[in-house]
T-cell receptor, first 114, second 112 residues
Framework: EAGVAQSPRYKIIEKRQSVAFWCNPI?????LYWYQQILGQGPKLLIQ????????DSQLPKDRFSAERLKGVDSTLKIQPAKLEDSAVYLC????????????FGSGTRLTVV | AQSVAQPEDQVNVAEGNPLTVKCTYS??????LFWYVQYPNRGLQFLLK??????LVKGSYGFEAEFNKSQTSFHLKKPSALVSDSALYFC??????????FGAGTRLTVKP
């Protein structure tokens, strides 16, 4: 089966600019996750979707981050305006069902804010 | 809230020797425990999981992990390390709310 697709692979922006990341999960996977992985740290959950509904966005900095999964398939994560501390790898993952076993991760988008 | 600790930033072993990457966890309720591996410029790859049942879990690439409830540990092991096992390893725990928390990671280096 095809894996979780993410684009772009790399992005460099200046602070205060906006940026968007795209994720296409594995076909049929109802649950989709966005994680932020800062260099030297483990991934941190930003938001979790079940189909097109938000299950958990408690760790999403809502003043600048937003995410949507309008049709319950692919998802977009946006940052506006970006800060230097947003430099990280943004990982998308999906799982078949909520509470299912392991997640399948995409290769991530490496964001550098200068 | 659940949490995971990986006490070692770095583990070095010689090829052919056994390896252990340590993980301890804290969670209310039954733990769902996972190990993932990350190669450079790649996403996380699932290695194995413990949900219930046997305390010794076998996973991909010859890895296994032992769940120890009394010590709240879930150490990753492999009897004979390969140079290609060199990577970043993450332990993760998920509680009943399905929020998966990752440790900070342990960099494994296997030297020929």
């Amino acid at each position: 089966e095809a894996g979780v697709a993410q684009s772009p692979r790399y992005k460099i922006i200046e602070k205060r600019q906006s940026v968007a990341f795209w994720c296409n999960p594995i076909s049929g996977h109802a649950t989709l996750y966005w994680y932020q992985q800062i260099l030297g740290q483990g991934p941190k959950l930003l938001i979790q979707f079940q189909n097109n509904g938000v299950v958990d966005d408690s760790q999403l900095p809502k003043d600048r981050f937003s995410a949507e999964r309008l049709k319950g398939v692919d998802s977009t994560l946006k940052i506006q305006p970006a800060k230097l501390e947003d430099s990280a790898v943004y990982l998308c993952a999906s799982s078949l069902v909520l509470g299912g076993g392991g997640y399948t991760f995409g290769s991530g988008t490496r964001l550098t804010v200068v | 809230a659940q949490s995971v600790a990986q006490p070692e930033d770095q583990v070095n072993v010689a090829e052919g020797n056994p390896l252990t990457v340590k993980c301890t966890y804290s969670v209310s309720g039954n733990p769902y425990l996972f190990w993932y591996v990350q190669y450079p410029n790649r996403g996380l790859q699932f290695l194995l999981k413990y949900i219930t049942g046997d305390n010794l879990v076998k996973g991909s690439y010859g890895f296994e992990a032992e769940f120890n409830k009394s010590q709240t540990s879930f150490h990753l092991k492999k009897p004979s390390a390969l140079v290609s096992d060199s990577a970043l390893y993450f332990c993760a725990v998920r509680d009943n709310n399905n929020d998966m928390r990752f440790g900070a990671g342990t960099r494994l280096t296997v030297k020929p």
